[in-house]
């Protein structure tokens, strides 16, 4: 069953659209690896969210996985760059440097600028839509397009699943008490019995697929995946964007081509 649909402005405009913007930003970002192009794209999505009807406490909730990850990945490039510049930690194994740490801030900062749009896609764009958009726009094979609508549709439910086995394995004692290493355990044998659920319900849901013939020659559309007024108002804030970012790096002296 179809959920609400969003209301945010970015809701009406074509996924395609969407993700061709979000495609131009992340290769304008794999182009070099510097703080300044980094900070520009961040400054630039995080003033869409709105329009996608996201708020930061919500970015944070859904996207903690995101940082987390961007945190580490940061840290650990800080920690096996080039030590250049002066020495601002010299601790046992911890070196860093004024060059080892703007490699760090550069990488964390690009690993959360090109998730960032993802999730602002995602947050806009309704599952049926973007399958319609690409059974009818762009010719990809109904098998995978509706398997891939239903992996997107089943992702909500995993997280509501994960919430009612941690309420019942709390309600039985298990998992509630213990040390840190108590806990890590309990949540392996949680997501163990996910996992299981996961693949059972996608089982199933592929029978039913099956027997009830998706993808089994024509087929007709409920809805028409059409193109609007906003969408190329859409693929050029992406072209800004790209742009802003590939021409801040280069003005500002920190451009770092990833092939140079």
């Known amino acids: 069953m179809a959920g609400p649909r969003s209301t945010a402005v970015l809701a009406k405009a074509n996924p395609l659209s969407k993700l061709a913007a979000a495609l131009v930003l992340t290769i304008a970002l794999l182009l070099s690896v510097d703080w300044a192009s980094a900070t520009v794209a961040l400054v630039c999505e995080l003033a869409v969210l ?10 944070l909730l859904r996207g903690w ?9 940061g840290y650990g490039s800080a920690l096996l760059a080039p030590k250049t510049g002066a020495v601002l930690l010299d601790w046992g194994p911890l070196l860093f440097t004024e060059g080892s740490l703007e490699s760090g801030v550069a990488i964390m ?23 319609d958009a690409l059974a009818q726009k762009m010719k990809l094979p109904h098998r995978f397009v509706l398997g891939a609508l239903a992996a997107m549709r089943l992702v909500g439910l995993l997280v ?32 163990m019995a996910l996992l299981v659920q996961a693949v059972r319900r996608a089982s199933r849901l592929a029978v039913t697929m099956e027997a009830k013939g998706f993808g089994a020659g024509p087929r007709s559309w409920a809805r028409e995946s059409t193109f609007g007024p ?31």
Not at 238 to 245: E, K, N, R, S, T
């Open 109 to 131: 900062l690009r690993g959360i600028a090109i998730a960032l749009p993802g999730l602002i896609v995602l947050a806009s764009t309704d599952p049926t839509d973007l399958a």
């Open 65 to 73: 996985p995101i940082l987390a990850a961007a945190l580490v990945g």
């Open 50 to 59: 709105p329009l996608a009807g996201l708020s930061v406490r919500t970015l």
């Open 160 to 191: 509501e699943e994960w919430q009612t086995l941690g309420m019942a394995r709390r309600a039985r004692g298990v998992g509630s008490g213990g040390g840190f290493a108590a806990r890590f355990r309990s949540s392996l044998g949680q997501g």
């Open 230 to 260: 906003m969408d190329p108002w859409v693929f050029a804030a992406g072209l800004l964007i790209a742009a802003a970012v590939v021409g801040a790096a280069v003005v500002l002296g920190t451009w770092n081509p990833v092939l140079g």
